[in-house]
Every structure is written in C-alpha cells, then in structure tokens.
C-alpha cells in the first residue's frame, strides 16, 4: 500500500465550477498534510496546509482533512484555466523528517 | 517570493561528464535539505537528504557514488551528478523547510537535466 494515494485523472471541470481532489495516506500517526501546486515543467509550489480535523479555507481554495477515515481533500471553488495543473498531495508522518508525496491528480479547467 | 534557489535551471552535458547542481536557501537557515527527481509525468521522487556537516542520506536504489551531495553551510547544497549518462535525464528539485510555523517544503524552481 502507497503512502499517500492520488486519483491520477484527469479531472476536468467547466470554468466556474467547483474542482474537487482527494487523497487518502496509510499512516494513522500522520501529523501533516500539504497541498501543492505543480504546472508543467515546474515545480510545485505550496497551496495549502492542514493540521487539523475539518476545513480550513484561503480564498478560492479549502482543505479537509478526516483523520478517522485518513483522508484529506482540497476544493477550488469558482475553478479558472489557471488552475489546469497537477495537483500533489503531500503528508508528514510524525517523526519524519521529509514529506511523502501522492502521484498528483491532474486537473483541467475547460473554459 | 522564491525562499529557496536553485541553479542552473537546465544544463545540457555530454555522456561521461559530470555536473553540479547547487541549491541555495534564502535569507533563513537549512541544516537539512532534500533532493527529488522527477521523470516526466511521474511524481517526485526523493533521491535523497542532505545533512548540514555530515553525509547525506540516500533513499534505496540512489547510488551514492554517482549523485553526490555536499551540504558545507546552512545555506548551500550541491548535488553533482557524475558520469552522467541519458538515462540521468531528469528534472531535479530541491526544497528545504523555512521553520516559520509550518513544516511546509519549499522547493527550488528545479534544474532540467538533459545528457546527451
């Protein structure tokens, strides 16, 4: 079993629509989750992150996170085609010093 | 803005020759810093970690031999690739955490690698 699995997609939605990813990870003693952001022959860059149970919101973006069902989602409301990118999910096990990361999920906004 | 740099963002070198890849963090300290492979449409890999004044730690299949990692300050990490070879052609990202109140890595904007 992975670390940290993605649905690969991809997943396209309609411009304006709400885009929703998700992840589950393995490890009960996980502490940390990370959404990234990677486009196209660049690196990822660091969306969001989450430490507790529930949602936590910055502007267009929220995560969830279930630590009882190990799973941890990011939702992009009002999607836009800047948002076409692969998006990485990424969590820290408690006494780990690097992160582990899903395949990503690739996400395109149709205009 | 950019917390971590990373240069060259693409070389390209001949088989059998080697090359250095450097990995700055920006005005804060790194005592670790960790090095990812990327082939494309595949995910990151980490190759391995670097250790601020003591070797570094390689993940399982990593020769340690042929990717060497020199970590000298807190703030400078090199990975030479040696003797490289086609098959090394790759995207390599570093990324280091800034301890500002998350555990967040931060990566550099990667170098693209291409041996011909």
């Known amino acids: 079993q992975k670390e940290v699995e993605q649905n690969s997609g991809p997943l396209s939605v309609p411009e304006g629509a709400i885009a929703s990813l998700n992840c589950t990870y393995s490890d009960r003693g996980s502490q940390s989750f990370f959404w990234y952001r990677q486009y196209s022959g660049k690196s990822p860059e660091l969306i969001m992150f989450i430490y507790s149970n529930g949602d936590k919101e910055d502007g267009r973006f929220t995560a969830q996170l279930n630590k009882a069902s190990q799973y941890v989602s990011l939702l992009i409301r009002d999607s836009q085609p800047s948002d076409s990118a692969t998006y990485l999910c990424?969590?820290?096990?408690?006494?780990?010093?690097?992160?582990?990361f899903g395949t990503g999920t690739r996400l395109t906004v149709i205009p | 803005g950019a917390v971590v740099s990373q240069h060259p963002s693409r070389v390209i070198c001949k088989s059998g020759t080697s090359v250095k890849i450097e990995c700055r963090s920006l005005d804060f300290q790194a005592t670790t810093m960790f090095w990812y492979r990327q082939f494309p449409k595949q995910s990151l890999m980490l190759m391995a970690t670097?250790?601020?004044?003591?070797?570094?730690?390689?993940e399982q299949g990593v020769e340690k031999d042929k990717f060497l990692i020199n970590h000298a300050s807190l703030t400078l990490s090199t990975l030479t690739v040696t003797s490289a070879h086609p098959e090394d052609s790759s995207f390599y990202i570093c990324?280091?955490?800034?301890?500002?109140?998350?555990?967040?890595?931060?990566f550099g904007n990667g170098t693209r690698l291409t041996v011909t």
């Open positions: 670097s250790n601020e004044g003591s070797k570094a730690t390689y």
């Open positions: 990424a969590v820290n096990r408690g006494g780990a010093n690097n992160l582990f």
């Open positions: 990324s280091a955490r800034t301890g500002r109140g998350n555990e967040a890595l931060h």
